[in-house]
């Protein structure tokens, strides 16, 4: 069945350093993927989507990747700072437009 | 810019008490949606509506009912609260059309405990 799921449910870097959250999915008709942040005790904020006929799609420091071929989505975060920690979420959308279908979550971690 | 506002923040019920979670938001989105995110579970969809005086059953809609009487408004209505139903509740809208990408906004979120 229709699956988003997340390789890592966290990952701690250091300030300054890149980082990178990895997305796996199952439904190869979903027609874009969404990565939203979530801060303690904040609703999901939208980052960056990309949809299913791109490969890369950059943002202010930000940059997701889909690699269809193993159904695969990370998202790059470079330059890493404090006000980066967040669970990080993938989302994938498919069929009628109003189904979002939410990944458990990363939680990152930035070490100063 | 409001966006989507959710109030209250925080309630506590007790077992069969009823409450209202009140959604709004000012960006004249047609979508509008109810989460609950659990421990360990993400985002879960309880009910959604697609317009003004429509609703339709998400994922985990047992124990809930809604009504979008306005368009701005998706109000939650716990009829009998269960301590099951102890979670953090988002309201997400979204703007609806070919033009535009299914980009659904989110509030800040209501924590509610059943004792």
């Known amino acids: 069945g229709e699956s988003v799921g997340l390789h890592l449910p966290t990952l701690s870097v250091q300030e300054g350093d890149n980082s990178i959250i990895n997305c796996a999915y199952s439904?190869?008709?979903?027609?874009?993927f969404i990565w939203y942040k979530q801060e303690s005790g904040k609703g999901p904020q939208f980052i960056i989507d990309?949809?299913?006929?791109?490969d890369k799609r950059q943002g202010q420091r930000v940059t997701v990747l889909l690699n269809k071929t193993v159904k695969h989505l990370s998202l790059q975060i470079a330059a890493t700072q404090p006000g980066d920690s967040a669970v990080y979420f993938c989302?994938?959308?498919?069929?009628?437009?109003?189904?979002?279908?939410f990944g458990k979550g990363t939680l990152l971690t930035v070490n100063p | 810019n409001a966006g989507v506002t959710q109030t209250p923040k925080f309630r506590v019920l007790k077992t069969g008490q009823s409450m209202t979670l009140l959604c709004a938001q000012d960006?004249?989105?047609?979508?509008m949606y109810w989460y609950r995110q659990d421990p360990g579970m993400g985002l879960r969809l309880i009910h959604y509506?697609?317009?003004?005086?429509?609703?339709a059953k998400g994922e985990v809609p047992d124990g809930y009912n809604v009504s979008r009487l306005k368009k701005q408004n998706f109000l939650l209505g716990l009829e009998s609260a269960a301590p099951s139903q102890t979670s953090v509740y988002f309201c997400?809208?979204?703007?609806?059309?070919?033009?535009?990408?299914?980009?659904?906004?989110f509030g800040a979120g209501t924590r509610l405990s059943v004792l």
């Open positions: 997400a809208s979204s703007p609806f059309g070919s033009s535009v990408k299914n980009i659904q906004y």
């Open positions: 439904n190869s008709a979903s027609d874009y």
């Open positions: 990309i949809r299913s006929n791109m």
């Open positions: 989302a994938e959308v498919s069929g009628s437009n109003y189904k979002l279908t």
């Open positions: 960006m004249n989105h047609e979508y």
């Open positions: 509506s697609v317009g003004e005086g429509t609703t």
